[in-house]
Structures are given as structure tokens and as C-alpha cells.
């Protein structure tokens, strides 16, 4: 068989081998009889319909240089256009430092997972001999083994995907990891532990995670190794005790004491998580079980980490299962049996007066209650300056009314915002002037019009908005009027989606904060970014490119840490602002209560940041807010020259700034927990804003938020919770009258009329309540159509007031059509029956006016307001109270 026996060349040592193919191995020879060719006689390699091998090698390189190309040039063009962005941020350098510190952080969390989930598949790989598939032909089952690079291969890519499972949801750990390493100092210990708090909020959160990290990745790796080298044979279970070849006891008993060392880790943070409330409210029996029990399960958790080590030298596991045995039912009677029976034994779940006083003490400096006065706040001087200050109406009517006026935010413009300014800041020559702030609408809702061009979307009318307008209230509604302010066209702002390209000669303001479109290669990065082609054009250059032009998202890019709230705009020397509080919060603090915000529970809150953007020049600045705490602080020494003290902000905007919303609203919420012989109810339910006088009633009105809280089955006035900024600083008064104030009714709406906002101060010396009955459009509910909709813009019925109703003390309430004729018969009308006052006379008075307030939320639908009237003139009349003795029987 093969080439016929002859001589073809005659060669010798060092002799060159020629033949009739270029590279490769030798064909057979022509005289080869046909023997391996195929039937066209002869037909040469290279004319063969099979591609070949090199040429498969060339298509795949050139993809994966394809692939590479894209990918790496994509991440060229993010990573061009962040720096363009941050050198037109004052501090932008800490920014990029930021990220850099980011992406070394997730790195080496991924080159850890992959590392340690590769490394122990690599390691059952290397006790397994060989792999054999069976395999069909036909009638024959044959029996293949599997290449040992094959499996090799895809032990590396299995690995690869356990590592990234486990590095999956550790973006933001850098966070955590930034603040652990430079950690805040309170200068405040726990009763309890004896800490400082700057370890509850920086170092125990990246401890825990951490921990919590590892406990994961060796439970997994123990229970995926172990099944593996079950499956190969390496490992038996007989009696319930493990027995295994060496190579896989070795494996897997170092994996064991790495999970006994993590659980005694976990043993070790215990007690701190307990005080910082990771495992609940602390009580006497987490006190009395889980903390001394924690230094018994961390040193069963060492005895364990030995055991496993002896197990791994000697096949012996009497002694591993003895100390597993102990460390898992140890710590299910310290964390869950011990702390239940302990509870139910003493009877006592609340904390001890000692640490109840340190917990109120630590609550107010976890909520920025610490300076918490108990007195009233400034009093106006008698009804009539009171009716002439508070606002009737609420940002989000103002909002409505401006939407329905075309005119107002001109035929490509909405609301941005709407709030209250003290009138010395803006001469409206009225009472309670709003400053409204526009945006650009979306022109997608427009059913009207064409969807617009690029130029016209991101250069022209679609880009930009018109200057803010004020808007006055007046008997019959709302006067608005242009503010005249130093730039008369808006950039920045909420809803202002969409980046924008401007021209410097056109808009000088906009070179503060603008990108300079110069040079090719930054405008091809530009418009790889942005997925925008138009922007490498030629015609751009020069141009400047406004980019992140919303508040909220401008402000959290460059303070990923805090989360802010809706920006407010405010006037400060001409010129218009946007104010948006950055909030630090923490869900470790020794003591504190629980409270929900933000859908996430938290045992911390405060305003640290205070973020200011200028609407027309997007200048975007960050400083410590206005009692800033070490939190804050110490992110601020991270982030140095980014974030700034609070004493370079300027004068004009410190006097502007509102008190933060958010921590209003959890101090509210906190303060309505905080009483535990009665229970207050928020009164009404949201906090309300109003204007009202300075400092003890000296000086230029502030705008002040308040909430009141109502106590009883029969409801009576328990405190009002006031807050403002008195000079650049936050002031809070809780006001507690005596004797304690009957309450107005809950003013109810019909299909046509919607109530207004109820607002309470203080009047002389006694509780004033004010509150309007709308005439209520149907197009527009009390949120008028959502703050960035166009919907209902235009025609139809104006919003507009109805009634004016309001109360002064106890004994005095009256309504009117407008707040003067309201004034008027509130000053005319004869007091009413004390509260205190039983007579049939008066109790029938209270009797009528709860039925008419029951038939009224009955025909409005609102249920709730119906049984709470119904409960109400049941206690008044005593139907459904027990008889004090039995009725004689019936004979």
C-alpha cells in the first residue's frame, strides 16, 4: 500500500527535499496509484471547496480585533468626555480621583472573586484523572475521553462565572471602603459598647460587608467542592462522618477552617450590630443573651478552624464533626433561642431609663434633634397680619394654574418648580408671593406638533426656558409677573433632559459650565458618548456643550455618597438658583429607632450637602450644609476642594436657603414615635410651608415648615414642630399649648371643590388655623397634571378660590369667600362653648356641626373622614356604651 517501492530522489545527509507544493506536508506523489485521493484524480489542496484552517484564524482574529476596537473605543470615548465634563466643574479633579478610587476598588473585589472561584475549581481539576462521555455509532457505544484542555478550559471559564456571580452588587462597596479608611471621629461614645459613633456609620458597614462577602464565598466553595469530589469519588459519607482521599481533605478541610474563621468574624461584630440595630430594636434580652454569648461562638468558631486544619493531616473526623456540632447549635440558642426566652421571661422589651436617656440623646444627633427648643415659635401679632402673611395656596396649584395659562410659559415651556419666597426678597407688593422656575417641555406628550429636529431639540426653543415669574395671591386668585433677574434664559434646572449645545458669542454664561466642542477627536468622543453624530460635525466647532443639565443628576454624579431632594429655586442677588440638600444616611447607629425613608429603613439622616446650580450659567457649587456633622465632615476632607466649607458660600445664599424637607419630615416622624403615654398623629398629614415672622418675630419673615400632631379619642391639638434657617442656621421649636386646644374640623372636597392645605401657627398666643375650598377643574387633581406633563395646558375652567375657613383658639371659627371676608367673620363672631363646657347647649352645638361634617365626607366619598366623624359623635351622644347596671329582666 502508499507509493510504489522506487527511488524518486536520491538524497543525502544535508540534502535538500524539493517538491512540486509550496509549505506545508507533502502530497502523495503523482504515481501514487489514487490511494487517500479523492476521485477527481489528482485535484490539488488548494483547489479544495474546504477553507482553510488559516483562513478560519484569519476571520476570527480579525473579529476579535473588530470586538476590541469597539469595546476599547468605547470606553476611550466615556472616559474623554468624564474628564471634558469635570474640568468644567469647579473641583473636578476630586472627581476623577473619585472614580479612579471606584474602579480600583471593584477591580481588585473582582480579581479576588475570580481568582478565589478559579482557584478551587482548578484545584478539583487537578484531582480528577480523566473524564470518558460515552458516544453512539450506530450500533456501537464507544467511549471517549475528554481532552485534558478541553476540561481544563472550561474549569477556567466555570470559575470565571462563579467569581462574577460573587462580585455581582459591589459597585458602590467603594464607598463604604473610602469611608472606613479615613472614618469620622464624633467624639461620643455608646453606653453599651463604649465606641465611638464613627464606627457605627464608616467602619462597621464596610466590616460587615465584607464579612458577609467572605461568609458567602466559602460557604459556596465548600458546598460546590464538595459535591464535586463527591461525584468523582473523592469524598464518602459513612455514619454521617466524611471520609476523603487526601488531595480532597486537604482542599476541603482548609475550606472549612476558612468558614469557621468567617462565622467567628461575624461572632466578633455581633455585639456592635446589635447596638447599631442590624438585628432588630435592642432590648433587654438582645442585651442579656447576644452579646456575652458572641465571645462564646467566636472562640467555638477557632475550636472549629483547628479541627478542620487536623482534619486536612489525619482521616479522622469524630473530632471536626464534634466541633461543627457544638459552634452551629451554640450559635442557634445565642442568636435565636436565648434572646426569645429571655424576653418572654423578664417581660421587658424596652431598654432600661439609663440607656432610654442615652437613646433619646443619640437619636438627636442621628436626626438633627439636638437643638430641639421647647417654646413657640414667633407669634404674629393678631389675625388680620396673620390673614395678610399665609399663603392659601400650594406649589402644586400654582404649578396648575401656570400650566393652564399658555401665555405664561410661553408655547414650548412648563413648570419646573414652584415655592415660597419671603416678600423683602421679591417686591410683589402682595401677601405670600410664589416664585415659579420653567423647564422645557417634553415634546414627545405634545400630540400637537411634530417631534423636532435635532438642532431645534438641542440648539433652539426645546433647549432652554424663559426667566422665572412670581406669582401674588390676590382675593380672586393668582397675579402673575415676570422677575426680572441677570439671565434671562434658563439651562439648568429639573427636566432638563436633553444636553445642549450653545454658542459662547451668543450666550457668554454658559462658558462656566459649558464643554468647548474643539478639535475632531474630542467631538467624535463626544458624539460616541452621547450616541449623537451630529455633534462631530464640523459646523459644532467652537460651539459648547451643556451636558447633565438636571440638578438632581448633577449634583448626585459628583456626590454619588448623598442623596438629594428635589432642587428648590431661590433668587439671590439677581441671579437664579437651584438649592437641592444632600442627605447622609446610615442604617447602623447605636440605640436609635428605625425609620422609613426613601422605601429603605435608616437609623441615621442628616443634611450634610447643600448643592447650588445657577439656572443660567450652570455654575454647580457643593458646601457643608448648615449643621453639618462629622459625617459630612469627614466626606469633605475626602473630596477636598470639590465639596466646600459652608463659610465660603456666599451671604446672598446662605440668607435663601430653606430648611431641608426630608429631615423635616423624619423629625416629625420621629417626634410622633417619641411619645410613648399618648400617641400622636401627624395633623395634618404632610407638612405644610408657610411664611411667617424671623426670630422672635424680629426682622424680615422666613419661610418656615411645620407639622402639627393631634392626641385623644376626642382629637385635640398635642404640639406644633416648626423649623427655619435663622442666620445660615437650622432652628427647631416644638410648641406644646396649655390647656390643650380643641381641634377644627377636616374640611372635606366634592366632585367640583378639592381642600386646600391646612396651615397652623401661632397668633397671639393661641393656635390660628387657615385653609382654603378650591374650585377644583376635572383636568386637574391637587398635583395639577404632574410637575413635567403638559397636560391639560390651556382653556377650560381656571382654578380659583371658593371658601376660606378659619379658627383662632378654641372658641373662635368662621368662613368667608375671600381670607378679608373670612377676617371679618372670624372678628364678628361670638365665641363658642369652652371645651371643657358640658352644658345641653353646647353639646348639641358640637352634636350639629359633627353631622354636617359626616354628611359632607359622605357625599364626597371619603370614607375614612366619615367613620372618624361617625366614632366621634357616637362619644358625644354615648350610643354603644355599657350600662353601669344589668337591665332588670322582662316578665
Known amino acids: 500500500m502508499g507509493v510504489a517501492p522506487r527511488l524518486e530522489h536520491a538524497a543525502r545527509a544535508g540534502a535538500p527535499v524539493r517538491g512540486d507544493e509550496r509549505g506545508g506536508t507533502r502530497p502523495l506523489p503523482g504515481r501514487s496509484r489514487g490511494l487517500a485521493r479523492d476521485p477527481g484524480g489528482g485535484q490539488r489542496e488548494q483547489d479544495s471547496p474546504v477553507t482553510r484552517t488559516r483562513h478560519r484564524w484569519s476571520f476570527a482574529v480579525g473579529a476579535a480585533v473588530l470586538v476590541v476596537l469597539l469595546v476599547g473605543g468605547r470606553w476611550v470615548a466615556l472616559e474623554t468626555a468624564e474628564r471634558a465634563w469635570a474640568a468644567s466643574v469647579p473641583g473636578g479633579g476630586a472627581y476623577l480621583a473619585a472614580r479612579d478610587v471606584a474602579r480600583l476598588v471593584r477591580g481588585l473585589i473582582l480579581l479576588v472573586a475570580v481568582t478565589w472561584g478559579a482557584g478551587n475549581l482548578f484545584l478539583v481539576y487537578r484531582a480528577i484523572g480523566s473524564v470518558q462521555l460515552p458516544r453512539r455509532l450506530g450500533d456501537l457505544e464507544i467511549v471517549e475521553a475528554v481532552p485534558r484542555r478541553v476540561l481544563l478550559g472550561g474549569t477556567l471559564v466555570t470559575g470565571v462565572l462563579v467569581g462574577g456571580m460573587l462580585a455581582l452588587g459591589t459597585g458602590d462597596w467603594w464607598l463604604s471602603a473610602a469611608l472606613a479608611f479615613r472614618p469620622p471621629h464624633y467624639g461620643v461614645s455608646d453606653p453599651v459598647l463604649h465606641r465611638d459613633l464613627g464606627y457605627y456609620v464608616a467602619q462597621l458597614p464596610w466590616a460587615d460587608r465584607v464579612q458577609g462577602l467572605a461568609l458567602f464565598a466559602t460557604l459556596a466553595a465548600t458546598a460546590m467542592v464538595a459535591l464535586l469530589y463527591l461525584g468523582i469519588g473523592s469524598l464518602h459519607i459513612r455514619r454521617w462522618r466524611p471520609y476523603g482521599s487526601p488531595h480532597a481533605r486537604m482542599h476541603l478541610g482548609a475550606l472549612l477552617a476558612c468558614l469557621a474563621l468567617a462565622l467567628g468574624w461575624g461572632a466578633t461584630l455581633d455585639p456592635a450590630e446589635t447596638v447599631a440595630g442590624l438585628h432588630g430594636s435592642l432590648d433587654s434580652g438582645a442585651l442579656q443573651a447576644r452579646l456575652p454569648g458572641a465571645a462564646f461562638v467566636a472562640a467555638l468558631a477557632v475550636a472549629a478552624a483547628a479541627a478542620s486544619a487536623v482534619w486536612t493531616l489525619r482521616d479522622r473526623p469524630t473530632l471536626l464533626v464534634a466541633s461543627w456540632g457544638a459552634l452551629l447549635g451554640t450559635a442557634t440558642l445565642v442568636y435565636l433561642v436565648l434572646p426569645a426566652v429571655m424576653r418572654d421571661r423578664t417581660g421587658r422589651t424596652r431598654l432600661d431609663d439609663r440607656l432610654a436617656s442615652a437613646r433619646d440623646s443619640l437619636e438627636g444627633l442621628a436626626f438633627g434633634t439636638e437643638r430641639l427648643e421647647q417654646r413657640p415659635p414667633p407669634a404674629f401679632p393678631d389675625a388680620a397680619a396673620a390673614v395678610a402673611t399665609l399663603p392659601l395656596w400650594d406649589s402644586d396649584r400654582v404649578a396648575a394654574a401656570v400650566r393652564r395659562r399658555l401665555e405664561l410659559g410661553g408655547p414650548r415651556g412648563t413648570v419646573a418648580r414652584a415655592a415660597l419666597a419671603p416678600p423683602p426678597r421679591i417686591r410683589s407688593g402682595g401677601r405670600a408671593p410664589w416664585l415659579v422656575a420653567l423647564m422645557p417641555g417634553h415634546p414627545a406628550v405634545d400630540s400637537g406638533r411634530a417631534s423636532p429636529g435635532w438642532r431645534e431639540l438641542h440648539r433652539g426653543a426645546w433647549a432652554r426656558s424663559g426667566g422665572p415669574l412670581v406669582a401674588v395671591e390676590t382675593d380672586s386668585g393668582l397675579d402673575f409677573q415676570s422677575l426680572v433677574t441677570d439671565d434671562s434664559t434658563a439651562w439648568f434646572g429639573p427636566g432638563f433632559a436633553e444636553f445642549a449645545v450653545a454658542s459662547p458669542d451668543t450666550w457668554p454664561a454658559t462658558r462656566a459650565s ?78 436609635t429607632r428605625r425609620m422609613e425613608w426613601d422605601g429603605r429603613p435608616v437609623r441615621y439622616l442628616r443634611a450634610g450637602l447643600v448643592g447650588i446650580v445657577s439656572a443660567g450659567s450652570g455654575d454647580t457649587r457643593l458646601y457643608l450644609a448648615p ?16 465639596i466646600r466649607p459652608l463659610d465660603s458660600l456666599p451671604a446672598a445664599l446662605r440668607a435663601a436657603l430653606p430648611y431641608p424637607y426630608e429631615a423635616f419630615r423624619l423629625q416629625a416622624a420621629l417626634l410622633a414615635q417619641a411619645h410613648d403615654d399618648s400617641a400622636w398623629t401627624p395633623w395634618p398629614r404632610e407638612p405644610f410651608q408657610l411664611v411667617g415672622p424671623g426670630a422672635d418675630a424680629i426682622g424680615e419673615a422666613r419661610v418656615w415648615v411645620g407639622q402639627g400632631f393631634e392626641t385623644g379619642t376626642t382629637p385635640q391639638f398635642a404640639g406644633l414642630l416648626a423649623a427655619t434657617m435663622v442666620a445660615g442656621r437650622p432652628r427647631l421649636v416644638l410648641w406644646r399649648p396649655t390647656p390643650p386646644v380643641r381641634l377644627p374640623g377636616v374640611l372635606v372636597g366634592s366632585t367640583e371643590t378639592a381642600p386646600g392645605v391646612l396651615r397652623l401657627w401661632n397668633v397671639a398666643g393661641q393656635l390660628f388655623s387657615e385653609q382654603a375650598q378650591f374650585f377644583q377643574p376635572a383636568t386637574d387633581g391637587p398635583g395639577g397634571g404632574g410637575g413635567g406633563g403638559r397636560t391639560g395646558r390651556g382653556g377650560g375652567e381656571t382654578l380659583r378660590l371658593k371658601d376660606v375657613y378659619l379658627t383662632w383658639g378654641s372658641d373662635r371659627a368662621a368662613d368667608g369667600a375671600t381670607p378679608n371676608a373670612a377676617l371679618r367673620a372670624l372678628l364678628a363672631v361670638s365665641p363658642r362653648a369652652a371645651p371643657g363646657d358640658t352644658s345641653l347647649a353646647a353639646r348639641w352645638e358640637d352634636a350639629r356641626r359633627l353631622a354636617a361634617q359626616a354628611e359632607a365626607a359622605l357625599g364626597a366619598g371619603d370614607l375614612e373622614a366619615f367613620g372618624r366623624y361617625y366614632a366621634q359623635l357616637k362619644a358625644l351622644l354615648g350610643v354603644g356604651k355599657k350600662p353601669l347596671a344589668p337591665s332588670p329582666e322582662r316578665r
Do not use: H, M, N
Open 514 to 591: 459649558g464643554i468647548p466642542l474643539t478639535g475632531w477627536s474630542r467631538r467624535i468622543a463626544l458624539a460616541w458618548s452621547l450616541q449623537s453624530p451630529e455633534l462631530a460635525r464640523a459646523e459644532t466647532d467652537g460651539l459648547l456643550l451643556l451636558w447633565r443639565r438636571d440638578v438632581r443628576e448633577r449634583l448626585e454624579r459628583l456626590a454619588p455618597f448623598a442623596a438629594f431632594d428635589a432642587p428648590t429655586p431661590v433668587v439671590a442677588g439677581d441671579l437664579l438658583c437651584w438649592v437641592a440638600f444632600g442627605y447622609l444616611a446610615a442604617e447602623t447607629f447605636p440605640l
Open 627 to 642: 449643621g453639618a456633622d462629622s459625617l459630612a465632615t469627614a466626606w469633605a476632607r475626602w473630596l477636598k476642594p470639590l
